[in-house]
Every structure is written in C-alpha cells, then in structure tokens.
C-alpha cells in the first residue's frame, strides 16, 4: 500500500500563487509518474500536469507558463507551483503516483484532495 498526503490548498484572489506538495509513503521500491489532477463542480477529473521518472513533463494548455511541477525524489515528494490563477483554476485537486513496491507489486495511487478556490 502506498499513502499519499496532500498539503497548500486554501482560498487566494485572481493573479495570486499556491504551491500544493504531495508526499508518498508505504511500500514504495520506485517512482515513475507523479502528477496533478482536478475536479471542478459538474466536470471530471482533469490532468493538469505530471512529470515522470526522467523529469519529463506535461501540462495541460489550460496551465501552460502559469503553473510549474516538480518532484523530489529523496522525500517521495511532488508539488505544483500555481501562479497567476484565476477563479476557473478553482477546482479539488489531486495527487496521483504510480510505481512499483518491493516484490513487483505495482501501484497507482491517489490523495484525498486538496480544495483550491480562487476568488476575490
């Protein structure tokens, strides 16, 4: 089992900053896809961004030069820089990793949600 606890979400005004992290924890060999998602009333849960293994990462265009992941390996940790946010940034957003645990059990994990409301 591999645990996930979020943490930074709140309530900011347009064009002002968040930086959500997520650390894992539990039966954790290695890390490949870490990333972020959100869920807005009446919509679905969205990518925003995700980095793999190699640093390599995604956005969604929604986000792009606004927001920023990025991940520490030594504290199985990732986080989302938001900047710039505007009240459609307001959504519960969600970490997600997926790896594998000793003995090849492989894992796909999500967090509890942090809430993120943008709103002056």
């Known amino acids: 089992q591999v645990q996930l606890v979020e943490s930074g979400g709140g309530l900011v005004q347009p064009g002002g900053s968040l930086r959500l992290s997520c650390a894992a924890s539990?039966?954790?060999?290695?890390?490949?896809?870490m990333g972020w998602y959100r869920q807005a009333p009446g919509e679905q849960r969205a990518l925003v961004a995700e980095?793999?293994?190699?640093?390599?990462?995604n956005y969604a265009d929604s986000v792009k030069g606004r927001f920023t992941i990025s991940r520490d390996n030594a504290k199985n940790t990732v986080y989302l820089q938001m900047n710039r946010l505007k009240p459609e940034d307001t959504a519960i957003y969600y970490c997600?990793?997926?790896?594998?645990?000793?003995?090849?059990?492989?894992?796909?994990?999500w967090g509890q949600g942090t809430q993120v409301t943008v709103s002056s």
């Open positions: 997600n990793v997926a790896g594998y645990g000793l003995g090849s059990y492989e894992y796909d994990s």
């Open positions: 539990g039966n954790i060999f290695s890390i490949n896809t």
């Open positions: 980095i793999d293994n190699n640093r390599n990462t």
